[in-house]
């Protein structure tokens, strides 16, 4: 029989409402034959009463340091109940169900509290249920370790226990329900009119994701390139078909456009240029972030507020002046074919100069064309490119 992989988020579950919109998704997929595997998320955002930073607010509370193990079992804890709550609303309607946490359910990680990889997944106790008839609904974002630590996967992480699940269960399809009707090509909230896509690459989604689209997280859809599982996004309230995600690509001029705000930006500026050495010291300090050099020959780096300390010390070891600039966005630009990109970044630059909007650095690699400008010009840099591709 085929089997299908239904991944719930934090807001699908969390009031009786939203919860009996997912039951009805997941009998629909029972009565159409499929074997079902369900995974959660905790229920909910910050102050309702199960989500994930409710109960990290617990540990906070009493002022001293939180300790990530004890951070990750507390943690753990959201998407169990989830889980369970889960696999009741479905036996109600007399159907067989079992709840299971991801350690029952054969995911081990490594020993990253917070941020573990799934190492490999036993998926002998899933199918023991599924062969008693049961839908499984899974804790998702957690595992165990090999010396039976509970931990969790980061952000992101029960769209990753999801794939992963579905490429050890050999699953047909892995479906993805948030409260948006699939990927759009820009947020919505800034283009109302944006069209949401219909199918698209996985290679085109990786892109999107690790440039500040925010539908799934990268990890997720590599994993899913790796099994070659085909990925459906969709929404939870309504019955929109979504965005499936796959091997074959989109035919629109250019991927998708995202905007990430509120970055702080250091700027080394060096009467000498950087050497190669130096440019090392400063990828060793943000390795998640790209270094952009600009038209004056500064370095510009993305920061986060812990790092602030490190990088004024960075500063005085490469003798070089400091400039934090506060309040500034990335536009990234995703497309297809990399043999374009020369060609799309004038075209962008173009549009950018159109509507006077000053790009403080750019640059181009893994068919992303990324700049970085003023927060304020933020919007404004989305709607330029937006109307310049899909006007």
Same mark, same amino acid.
């Given at each position: 029989?085929a089997?299908i992989v239904q991944?719930?988020?934090?807001?699908?579950v969390?009031?009786?409402?939203? +919860?009996?919109?997912?039951l009805?998704h997941?009998? /629909?997929?029972?009565?159409k034959?499929?074997?079902?595997v369900?995974?959660v998320?905790?229920m909910? /955002?910050l102050g309702?009463?199960?989500?994930t930073?409710?109960?990290i607010?617990?540990l906070?509370?009493?002022g &001293?340091?939180?300790?990530?193990?004890?951070?990750?079992?507390?943690?753990?804890?959201?998407?169990?109940?989830?889980?369970v709550?889960?696999?009741? *609303?479905i036996?109600?309607q007399?159907v067989?169900?079992?709840a299971?946490?991801?350690?029952?359910a054969?995911?081990?990680?490594?020993? $990253?509290?917070?941020n573990?990889?799934?190492i490999?997944v036993?998926p002998?106790?899933i199918?023991?249920n599924?062969?008693?008839?049961k839908?499984?609904?899974?804790?998702?974002?957690?595992?165990i370790?090999e010396?039976d630590?509970i931990?969790? !996967?980061g952000r992101?992480?029960?769209?990753t226990t999801a794939?992963?699940?579905g490429?050890?269960?050999k699953? $047909?399809l892995v479906e993805i *329900?948030?409260?948006?009707p699939?990927?759009?090509v820009?947020?919505? /909230?800034i283009i109302p009119e944006?069209?949401?896509i219909?199918?698209?690459?996985?290679?085109e989604v990786?892109i999107?994701?690790e440039?500040?689209a925010?539908v799934?997280?990268p +990890?997720? #859809? /590599?994993a899913a390139?790796? %099994?070659?599982?085909p990925l459906r996004?969709?929404?939870?309230f309504?019955?929109?078909e979504?965005?499936l995600?796959?091997?074959?690509?989109?035919d629109l001029p250019?991927?998708?456009i995202?905007l990430?705000r509120? !970055?702080?930006?250091a700027?080394?500026?060096k009467e000498i240029?950087l050497?190669?050495d130096?440019?090392v010291e400063?990828?060793k300090?943000?390795p998640d972030?790209?270094? *952009?050099?600009?038209d004056a020959?500064e370095i510009?780096l993305?920061?986060?507020?812990e790092?602030?300390d490190?990088?004024?010390? !960075?500063?005085?070891?490469l003798?070089?002046e400091?400039n934090?600039c506060e309040?500034?966005s990335?536009v990234?630009v995703a497309?297809?074919?990399m043999?374009?990109?020369?060609?799309?970044?004038?075209k962008?630059?173009t549009l950018l100069?159109?509507?006077k909007?000053?790009?403080a650095?750019?640059? #181009? %690699?893994n068919?992303c064309?990324?700049y970085?400008?003023? &927060?304020?010009y933020?919007?404004?840099?989305? +709607?330029?490119i937006y109307?310049?591709y899909?006007?």
């Open positions: 029989m089997l991944k719930f988020g934090g807001t699908s969390k009031s009786p409402e939203n +919860r009996k919109a997912v009805n997941i009998l /629909r997929a029972k009565e034959g499929y074997d079902v369900v995974v998320s905790a909910g /955002r309702d009463p199960y989500a930073d409710t109960l607010e617990l906070k509370a009493q &001293g340091k939180v300790c990530s193990k004890k951070k990750d079992l507390i943690m753990a804890c959201g998407e169990i109940i989830s889980a709550v889960m696999a009741s *609303y036996e109600a007399g067989k169900a079992e299971m946490t991801g350690f029952q054969g995911i081990v990680t490594t020993a $990253d509290f917070g573990a990889d799934i490999k036993d002998a106790p199918k023991k599924i062969e008693e008839g839908i499984v609904v899974v804790a998702g974002f957690q595992g370790t010396k630590e931990t969790t !996967l992101g992480g029960s769209d794939v992963v699940l490429g050890y269960l699953a $047909d *329900y948030t409260d948006v699939g990927i759009a820009t947020d919505p /909230r944006a069209p949401f219909p199918s698209i690459s996985f290679d990786i999107m994701a440039s500040g925010k799934i997280h +990890r997720a #859809v /590599r390139k790796e %099994f070659n599982i996004i969709k929404s939870t309504d019955q929109s979504g965005t995600i796959g091997a074959k690509e989109s250019i991927s998708g995202s990430q509120d !970055l702080v930006i700027k080394f500026v240029e050497t190669d130096e440019i400063l990828n300090s943000n972030e790209t270094i *952009y050099i600009n020959g510009l993305i920061i986060n507020e790092q602030k490190a990088v004024y010390n !960075l500063a005085q070891e003798r070089a400091l934090l309040d500034m990335r990234s497309y297809k074919d043999a374009d990109s020369n060609k799309t970044d004038q962008i630059n100069f159109e509507e909007i000053p790009i650095a750019s640059k #181009v %690699f068919n064309s990324t970085i400008i003023k &927060g304020e933020g919007e404004k840099s989305i +709607r330029a109307d310049g899909f006007d």
